[in-house]
């Protein structure tokens, strides 16, 4: 979620990085994951004991779509046609991808909660 964060506190800046003497502007950052452990090794754990999968983070990685070009020749960014370079942000799509996250985690909460929930029963039967 701070990555998106970050990608939608940059939708609109237009000199993040200075590359060969020139800014450039904010490049899309995504997260790559990665499984913590194979489904092999995993699935043969899950079978002998109770085990929680999960992923983690491997790195942030720039996006290399290219920059949107909109005409705007009073931007003081703008070049000699009078373009100026944007960040390849879509807040739609950062959005949606938060979205997906919180729903990510709501259903994780959800999950937690009814196993709680179940062994709370079942140290009350055992009673």
Do not use: C
Not at 42 to 58: P, W
Not at 65 to 81: G, I, M, Q
Request: proline share 6%; aromatic share 6%.
């Amino acid at each position: 979620m701070d990555v998106i964060s970050a990608n939608m506190a940059n939708v609109d800046t237009t000199r993040a990085k200075m590359v060969d003497g020139k800014w450039q502007p904010y490049r899309r950052k995504m997260v790559v994951m990665q499984p913590n452990e194979s489904f092999s090794s995993f699935l043969n754990k899950a079978m002998n004991e109770r085990s929680a999968g999960g992923v983690k983070v491997t790195k942030i990685v720039e996006d290399q779509t290219p920059f949107k070009l909109v005409y705007d020749p009073s931007h003081p960014d703008a070049d000699e046609n009078g373009y100026v370079q944007l960040p390849n942000v879509d807040p739609l799509k950062e959005m949606v991808d938060l979205m997906s996250a919180t729903r990510s985690y709501e259903a994780n909460v959800t999950v937690l909660n009814a196993t709680k929930g179940m062994l709370m029963k079942a140290l009350e039967i055992g009673k």
